[in-house]
Structures are given as structure tokens and as C-alpha cells.
């Protein structure tokens, strides 16, 4: 694990202890520290902004009431993501709407790396880069997330998906392998 990681898992860990003692400025620390990350995570994950908003919402709310459920097996991150993805499921559940466009989509990665549309041969890649993820089944496109974008190991995301690590390892594998097949048509 490199310095950076364990940089910031310690400082994810201090803030989670303020968190107990039930102070109001660490929760928002936290919040500016993991808030992007669970917001890109629940809209990968909801393909609704909205929901993800709310995820992000319901996912602090619950380390705000519950901090000791934390059990140190993982990176605060970790645990933090798999609350995200369990409150996503239920925001699925609770109200069925329809798919974030894939112009939005591109709008919310483009404000992570960069302006997209600067050449169109980078936003015709971007578009097809997310119409082949899109085709992904959900496990896959989730493994991907959490592996790529993430940067979690394989474990992490097992924890996370609640699979063993081989299934991980086969899923990124496939998803990959798809993704490779479908971006064959995009020009270089």
C-alpha cells in the first residue's frame, strides 16, 4: 500500500473518532474528504443524480449515528463506499425513475478530468467509452468502479460487492474483455 493511502485512511480514521465524540466539524471534514467519491460512486451505481445526492445524504447520516460499526477490517473509504452502495440499492428500490441521460453522464465525469468537448474526437471517444460501460451488467460496472476508480485492491471490493475475491477477479476480467470488444470501432 503506498503513503498516500495510508495518509489518507489515517486521516479518515481521526475524523471517524470525531465523529464519535459526536463532533459536528469532523462529519463535515468527512464529508469534503469522501463526498465526491460517494456522490460519482451512487450516480455510477443509480444513473440518477438526484438519488445520488441522496445517497450521499443517507450514507453521512448513518456514519454520523453509527461511527462504532466501523471494525477496522478495511480503509474508512471502504466501509464508508459499501454503506453507499447499500443505501443505493435501497434508493433503487424506493422509487423507480428513469436513467440519468448519457449527456449528463459525460457532464459529470468531464468536471472530474477535464472539458471533453475541447476536441470532438475526445468527446466521441468519452461517448463511446460510456455507451460500452453502460452495456456492462451492474456487478461488472460496479467492479470497475470500485477497482479503477477507486482504487480499491481486489479484496476491498469483494468486501464491498460481498463475493469472494476470485469473483471479483473474473468479473473485472469479463468486464474488460467487453469493454475491449465493444471500443474496437472507436478510432484511435
Known sequence: MDQQHVTDNDMALGLLKGIEAKDPQALRKLHGFLGKRIYTFAVRFTRDVDLANQVVTDTLHDVWRFPGRFNGKSKVSTWVLAIAKHK???????????????????????????????????????????RCIERLPDAHRECLHLAFYEGMSLAEVA??????????????????????ACLQGVVD
Open 159 to 180: 468486501e464491498v460487492q460481498k463475493v469472494p475475491e476470485n469473483t471479483v477477479k473474473t468479473r473485472l476480467f469479463h468486464a474488460r474483455k467487453k469493454l475491449h
Open 88 to 130: 443505493s440499492l435501497h434508493a433503487l428500490r424506493q422509487r423507480h425513475s428513469s436513467h440519468v441521460d448519457l449527456e449528463d453522464i459525460t457532464e459529470i465525469v468531464a468536471s472530474e478530468i477535464g472539458d471533453p468537448e475541447s476536441s470532438s474526437l475526445d468527446a466521441e471517444r468519452m461517448t463511446a467509452l460510456w
